[in-house]
């Protein structure tokens, strides 16, 4: 069974960092490229950042590009997202996606 669980999700004030962490069990995890989506209150789910399965690739959405950074650990299964000087409009809802698979979700605030 493919099971993916986010961590790392907090409340932060603006400029601050947060690593994201997602777990994933159930498939050969250095096979699919893996996805970091984000849902704000009121808006369509978005893509943030995508990785290949080596790790050499990345993509990133334009607004959150030079200030996220994702990783991938393929001997542990993880995938990361590193977000740097964090905004108020960075809060959501931010989800791991990777092999058919959604995470439940780990709530990033920004706020002051």
């Known amino acids: 069974q493919v099971q993916l669980a986010e961590s790392g999700g907090g409340l932060v004030q603006p400029g601050g960092s947060l690593r994201l962490s997602c777990a994933a069990s159930g498939f050969t995890f250095s096979s699919p490229v893996m996805f970091w989506y984000r849902q704000a209150p009121g808006k369509e789910r978005e893509l943030v950042a995508r990785?290949?399965?080596?790790?050499?690739?990345?993509r990133y959405a334009d607004s959150v590009k030079g200030r996220f950074n994702i990783s991938r650990d393929n001997v542990k299964n993880m995938v990361y997202l590193q977000m740097n000087s964090l905004k108020p409009e960075d809060t959501a809802v931010y989800y791991c996606?990777?092999?058919?698979?959604w995470g439940q979700g780990t709530l990033v605030t920004v706020s002051s």
């Open positions: 996606q990777g092999s058919d698979a």
């Open positions: 990785i290949s399965q080596g790790g050499s690739m990345r």
